[in-house]
């Protein structure tokens, strides 16, 4: 499985953008691959921040971006999605796209695939 994250950038505090993460592979169009994104800043750890399963029935998102940050997916395309709404300078990080086939390893970090991060900057 490969994971290829975009649409990072930079924008002011209040702004919105959308990041999007193309997975392929044989493999993860024959099983059901829970998603996720998770960010690291300069200096800290990479932490979650949302997650959705294979059918979109369950989502979890970080108390930090709850309301502002939207998981979606379209199995159809391979694609997952995180619309960032209202953002703040604390939210500049790299963000990676992660899949696994279990949603609690991949929720809580361990997730077998990852892809190469995006970076977003917020601006004050």
């Known amino acids: 499985v490969q994971l290829q994250a975009s649409g990072g950038g930079l924008v002011q505090a209040g702004g919105s953008l959308r990041l999007s993460c193309a997975a392929s592979?044989?493999?993860?169009?024959?099983?059901?691959?829970?998603t996720g994104w998770f960010r690291q800043a300069p200096g800290k750890e990479r932490e979650f921040v949302a997650a959705?399963?294979?059918?979109?029935?369950?989502?979890d998102y970080a108390d930090s971006v709850k309301g502002r940050f939207t998981i979606s997916r379209d199995n159809a395309k391979n694609m997952v999605y995180l619309q960032m709404s209202s953002l703040k300078p604390e939210d500049t990080a790299v963000y990676y796209c992660?899949?696994?086939?279990?949603?609690?390893?991949?929720?809580?970090?361990?997730?077998?695939?990852w892809g190469k991060g995006t970076q977003v900057t917020v601006s004050s």
């Open positions: 592979g044989r493999t993860f169009t024959s099983y059901s691959y829970a």
């Open positions: 959705i399963t294979w059918g979109g029935r369950s989502i």
């Open positions: 992660a899949a696994d086939t279990s949603y609690a390893t991949m929720r809580y970090g361990g997730a077998d695939y």
